[in-house]
C-alpha cells in the first residue's frame, strides 16, 4: 500500500477541497462552482503515463485536478478487480487510486460491494461450491468482503454498496451463486448493508442502479421503487439513490425530449424522496445516440440535454454529489460497450479526446451556477 492507513484513519474527513490550480480552466473548476456538493469522476488505473482515462497519465490528472475534488475507480473496487482468487484480495491498484487521492485532497466514493449480477461477479464465484451449508458459507463470503473493503478503506464516505439488481426488464432482482446459496436476492443485499454499515458507520450508503428519464425505463424505475420500498419495510439501512445517469440523446430537439420526459421522472424523484433516500449522480455521461455523426451538432444536443436533465435534478434538495463517468471522450467506455452505428466516435464527456472542454462542460457549469446552494 502507498500510504500508511493510521495516516489515513487519522486524516479521514480532513480532506481540503482542491482550488482550480491545475488551471487553463475559465472558472472555479465544476468543484468550485458545486455549491456544497461535490463534483467528481470515475477514475481508472494504468501504469504512470499510459494513453489512459488514469490519474498516472498527465494529460488526465490536469482534468481531475481542475475540475474535481471527488473520484471513484471505475473498475478497480469491483469484485471481479479486488478477487482474484476465493481465498485472496489485491488491493495494488485500487490503493494506488486512493493514495493519489489523498495526496491532492481529494475525497473517494466507493464502487461496489456488491455488483449483484451474475456476468459482473468474478468467474471463480459463479462456480463456486458453496458446500453442505450453503446459506452460511455464502453469508460467511460476503459478509468478509464487505468488512475486508470497508476497513481498507475508512476514508471512503459514500459507498454504493449494490450495484444494478433490477433486471430493466421486469424489475425483478437478479440471481448470482452467492444469492442462490444465501437463500435470495433480497436476503443477500439486505446482509450487504447490513455488514457495511457496520463496518463503514459513518458513509453513506447507496444503492446505484440505471434506471433513467428516457422512455422505456418505467418498468426499471418500478423495480427500483419496488426494492427501496422493501429496505424501508425491513429497516435495512439504505440512506440513498444513485442515480447513475447514463444519458441517452432523443435527437436535436432536447429541450423537447426533456419536457416529454421530466414529469415521470418527477414522478419517481418524489417516490424515492418521499420514503427520506437521498440522491447522488453517480455516473453521468451522454450515449449520443439519435443525432447525425456532426461533433458539433451533437455536442450542441448533448449539453441541452444535460442541461435541461441538471436543472430538474438540482430542483431537489435531496441532491448530494454529482460525478461524471469519466472526464474526456477519449476513454469513454461507451466507444467499447454500445458504439455508434456509424462508427463515429462517441462524445459522452465534458471534454474532447483532445482534452478540450465541450459545450458539456459549460452545460455543468451553468447548471451549477444556477442551482440554490445545498442546505447545510
Ligand atoms: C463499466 C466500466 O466503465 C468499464 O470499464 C467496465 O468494463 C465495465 O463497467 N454501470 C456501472 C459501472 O455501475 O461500474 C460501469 O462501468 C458502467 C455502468
Redesign the pocket.
Known amino acids: 500500500m502507498l500510504i500508511d492507513r493510521r495516516e489515513l484513519i487519522g486524516l479521514a474527513g480532513a480532506l481540503l477541497p482542491l482550488s482550480a490550480r491545475a488551471s487553463g480552466s475559465p472558472d472555479a473548476g465544476l468543484h468550485g462552482l458545486a455549491g456544497g456538493r461535490k463534483f467528481g469522476s470515475?477514475v481508472a488505473w494504468s501504469e504512470a503515463g499510459a494513453d489512459r482515462g488514469s490519474f498516472a497519465n498527465p494529460r488526465y490528472d490536469r482534468l481531475l485536478r481542475t475540475d474535481c475534488n471527488l473520484l471513484v475507480a471505475?473498475?478497480e473496487m469491483?469484485w471481479q478487480a479486488l478477487r482474484p482468487a476465493p481465498d485472496r484480495f489485491d488491493f495494488a491498484r485500487a490503493d494506488a487510486i486512493a493514495g493519489w487521492a489523498y495526496r491532492h485532497g481529494v475525497a473517494m466514493r466507493g464502487?461496489?460491494l456488491l455488483w449483484h449480477q451474475p456476468k459482473w461477479m468474478p468467474a471463480w464465484e459463479e462456480r463456486f461450491d458453496f458446500g453442505t451449508r450453503p446459506a452460511s458459507r455464502g453469508a460467511a463470503m460476503l459478509t468478509q468482503h464487505v468488512e475486508t473493503v470497508c476497513r481498507r478503506y475508512p476514508q471512503i464516505e459514500s459507498w454504493d454498496v449494490v450495484?444494478?439488481a433490477v433486471a430493466p426488464d421486469d424489475g425483478s432482482l437478479y440471481a448470482t451463486a452467492l444469492s442462490r446459496a444465501i437463500g435470495s436476492a433480497e436476503e443477500t443485499i439486505d446482509l450487504a448493508f447490513r455488514t457495511a454499515r457496520a463496518a463503514a458507520p459513518g458513509a453513506q450508503l447507496v444503492y446505484?442502479d440505471?434506471m433513467s428519464w428516457e422512455p422505456r425505463n418505467a418498468g426499471h424505475r418500478g423495480g427500483v421503487l419496488k426494492l427501496l420500498e422493501g429496505f424501508r419495510r425491513r429497516g435495512v439501512p439504505v440512506d440513498a439513490l444513485g442515480v447513475?445517469s447514463?444519458l441517452v440523446t432523443q435527437g436535436a430537439d432536447a429541450a423537447g425530449a426533456a419536457r416529454t420526459q421530466a414529469r415521470d421522472w418527477r414522478d419517481f424523484l418524489d417516490a424515492v424522496t418521499a420514503m427520506d433516500y437521498a440522491l447522488v449522480i453517480t455516473?453521468l455521461d451522454v450515449r449520443d445516440d439519435h443525432l447525425p455523426a456532426d461533433p458539433a451538432l451533437r455536442d450542441r444536443a448533448t449539453a441541452d440535454y444535460v442541461r435541461a436533465y441538471l436543472d430538474v435534478m438540482l430542483d431537489y434538495r435531496q441532491l448530494g454529489d454529482i460525478l461524471v463517468?469519466g472526464m474526456c471522450d477519449r476513454y469513454s467506455?461507451l466507444d467499447g460497450f454500445m458504439p455508434r452505428r456509424d462508427g463515429a466516435k462517441r462524445r459522452p464527456c465534458p471534454y474532447d479526446a483532445d482534452f478540450q472542454p465541450k459545450p458539456m462542460r459549460a452545460a455543468i457549469a451553468d447548471a451549477l451556477r444556477s442551482a440554490a446552494p445545498r442546505p447545510a
Do not use: C
Open positions: 470515475a471505475e473498475n469491483k464502487h461496489t450495484n444494478e446505484n440505471y447513475q447514463h455516473e463517468w467506455w
